[in-house]
């Protein structure tokens, strides 16, 4: 399994958009990249998973260079409620996921 | 689908006692993954099924803990006997890759063990 690095923390304020890039340098031509989110008390919760370019949906945007040793999730304007660890993860098709310390994001009035 | 459902959801025991912790998948998931999460070690993967099947157990940390899945709806992680260093949050999740998003797991919301 590829070995992740990303930032330890995070602050933001409400409304403004959060960008979390995760670097990944010995990622293998068959992996993907997946962000996980990870409120207290609770389970991790899928956010996106991209393998190359760049992947939408409701929740966030993940966009993946051409050399794909890095990716950056981007939360469009943060609310409160967006305050969580977040965890880059890549894997290919063995299904495990290793989760690293993830980027604890706080997000203030 | 009520999602994946864990029990008990909190567990407090003394050192030597035997304990079984509890996982029902969503249905028609095919992949079963069991983790531990400790604020020194974060979320570790100890073993996960494959259509009932024990894939890979490389992440159990000892002979005292032991996994099944007797069927596709159940399956248990038994620690016997169990010490205070087990003490964490276990999280079962579950997956059915054959939907497209590979890496999509389902946590179930953990049982808080605590060995006194």
């Known amino acids: 399994l590829a070995k992740t690095t990303q930032p330890i923390s995070m602050d933001s304020y409400e409304g403004q958009e959060v960008n979390i890039t995760c670097s990944h340098n010995n990622i293998a031509t068959n992996d993907y990249i997946t962000w996980y989110q990870q409120f207290p008390s609770q389970g991790p919760r899928f956010i996106i998973q991209g393998y190359k370019t760049k992947v939408t949906n409701e929740v966030a945007s993940l966009f993946i260079p051409a050399d794909r040793k890095s990716s950056t999730l981007s939360l469009p304007r943060v609310s409160l409620s967006d305050t969580a660890v977040y965890y880059c993860l890549v894997g290919s098709n063995d299904y495990k996921l290793s989760f690293g310390a993830g980027t604890t994001v706080t997000v203030r009035a | 689908d009520a999602g994946v459902i864990q029990s008990p959801r909190h567990e407090v025991t003394e050192m030597g006692q035997e304990v079984t912790l509890r996982c029902k998948p969503i249905s028609g998931h095919d992949y079963l993954f069991w983790y531990r999460q400790t604020m020194m070690r974060g979320l570790e993967l100890l073993i996960y099924?494959?259509?009932?099947?024990?894939?890979?157990d490389s992440g159990m940390p000892e002979d005292r803990f032991s996994a099944k899945m007797p069927n596709a709806s159940f399956s248990t992680l038994k620690i016997q006997p169990s010490e205070p260093r087990d003490s964490a949050v276990y999280f079962c999740?579950?997956?059915?890759?054959?939907?497209?998003?590979?890496?999509?797991?389902?946590f179930g919301p953990g049982t808080r063990l605590t060995v006194t």
């Open positions: 999740a579950s997956s059915d890759p054959g939907t497209g998003a590979s890496y999509e797991q389902y």
């Open positions: 099924f494959n259509n009932n099947v024990p894939i890979d």
